[in-house]
């Protein structure tokens, strides 16, 4: 640490300074707030939707074609790992659509204030995972 930022905090005055990737990823000095969080999955989850939206529409085009097309794919979605492929898509799908709808109320000017925003970052993350543990039970044939 270098001496200019021991006198300020001495002085109890904040540290103002360049964040830099290293601060972020390795060392752990910056903490990223749920809305920050909330903002970078929304974007990858969309990505991840956006990327995998040709091969869904394929899958469901070959399983309307014909019975035999469906009991085969139903065979396939069987499988442990496509399930989990499935369950990641339907994380994906659930995160962006409670993000979104978080946004569209930030849009009407709801929930703008720094706490507001946080605690509904915050609701946005549990009622995804939440519903993605439901999806989870269903899907592993809990009930």
Do not use: C
């Not at 499935?86 to 946004?103: D, K, N, P, Q």
């Amino acid at each position: 640490m270098s001496e200019a930022v021991r006198e300020a905090q001495k002085k109890g005055r904040p540290v103002i300074r360049n964040v830099d990737f290293g601060d972020i990823t390795y060392r752990g000095y910056y903490k990223q707030p749920p809305s920050a969080i909330v903002s970078i999955l929304h974007r990858v989850s969309g990505a991840g939707l956006f990327l995998f939206l040709p091969f869904l529409l394929w899958l469901l085009q070959e399983s309307l074609r014909s019975e035999i097309s469906f009991a085969h794919f139903a065979g396939v979605v069987s499988h442990p790992f496509t399930k989990i492929i499935i369950l990641g898509l339907s994380w994906a799908y659930l995160h962006h659509f409670t993000a979104g709808v978080r946004h569209l109320f930030m849009d009407n000017h709801i929930a703008l204030d720094k706490d507001d925003s946080q605690r509904t970052a915050r609701w946005v993350l549990t009622i995804s995972l939440v519903l993605t543990l439901l999806v989870a039970l269903k899907l592993f044939g809990v009930f």
